[in-house]
């Protein structure tokens, strides 16, 4: 809310660029302002577990893997010959193990990576009751395997949901006549110019200005915002070069990223997030 407004303010005051036809009203700010505070009021129908994941798999399940990946070290340690694993020594099982590590924690894993992963889901070892058992389960190597991020494809869906749950929530308030349009605007900061986004896939001329505002406003903040356990904060500098390739995509209003940094809204919150 605190970069919406100073945004708006800021459009205000514009008397030359793109936006010196457009006048933000007391009423009109009111309602934008609303309008950001409320847009992921939907988040409280997410499971938690989902919003504050860390890693791909819980270190209850990594621990699980870790525990497997010594019983076979031990087999391979206390045995002449190793045809009960698929591992040629312990050092290619602990390069294994490393990578696993390596995967789980990463936002992104690299394509020779996932090849490796693959190779490693057809492996197999012995149980000490003798039966043959898969390495990795396929949840784990469906977690392990996500390419970005750590959400399967279901689960960014549940979490994209989000959206249609802000509007649904926000559309059960009787709203004022000058505040009506805060249930659209709240719902849509997920929408792309190209159609790409959820939920309703709008195109640049079906979004509102202020969603299209706080569109670019919601990625920033949450690139650099420091509260975020499944991401390190990232530098403005990386922020804002990360909003121009959203931009260059066709996902981001230009005129709103240029103007977000030029008339430097971006340093907001700086002072106090360091």
């Known amino acids: 809310a605190g970069y919406a407004m100073a945004f708006v303010e800021k459009v205000n005051e514009d008397t030359t660029g793109p936006f010196k036809h457009i006048h933000f009203s007391p009423a009109r700010k009111r309602q934008f302002k609303f309008a950001a505070m409320l847009h992921d009021i939907g988040k409280i129908g997410v499971p938690e577990a989902l919003l504050t994941r860390e890693t791909r798999i819980s270190e209850g399940q990594m621990e699980a893997i870790r525990t497997r990946g010594e019983y076979i070290r031990l087999r391979m340690n206390g045995s002449g010959h190793q045809c009960s694993v698929d591992w040629e020594s312990v050092a290619a099982l602990d390069e294994d193990m490393a990578l696993l590590e390596k995967i789980n924690k990463a936002g992104f894993v690299p394509e020779e990576e996932l090849q490796a992963l693959g190779r490693m889901k057809e492996k197999s070892y012995v149980d000490s009751k003798g039966e043959q058992k898969n390495f990795l389960r396929e949840y784990e190597f469906e977690h392990l395997s996500i390419p970005k991020g750590n959400l399967t494809f279901e689960e960014r869906e549940i979490i994209n949901f989000h959206a249609v749950a802000t509007r649904r929530i926000l559309s059960k308030i009787p709203w004022t006549r000058e505040l009506k349009g805060i249930p659209s605007i709240a719902s849509h900061h997920h929408e792309k110019l190209d159609g790409s986004g959820y939920p309703d896939h709008l195109k ?14 919601d990625i920033y903040e949450a690139l650099v915002a420091q509260d975020r356990p499944y991401k390190r904060r990232m530098t403005p500098e990386r922020a804002l070069e990360i909003l121009q390739a959203e931009v260059r995509a066709n996902h ?7 103007f977000f940094v030029e008339r430097e809204v971006y340093k907001l919150f700086l002072t106090e997030s360091g």
Do not use: K, Q, T
């Not at 640049?204 to 406003?217: G, N, Q």
């Not at 981001?252 to 240029?258: F, G, N, P, Q, T």
């Open 204 to 217: 640049r001329e079906e979004i509102s200005l202020e969603s299209r505002i706080l569109a670019v406003i």
């Open 252 to 258: 981001l209003d230009s005129e709103i990223v240029d």
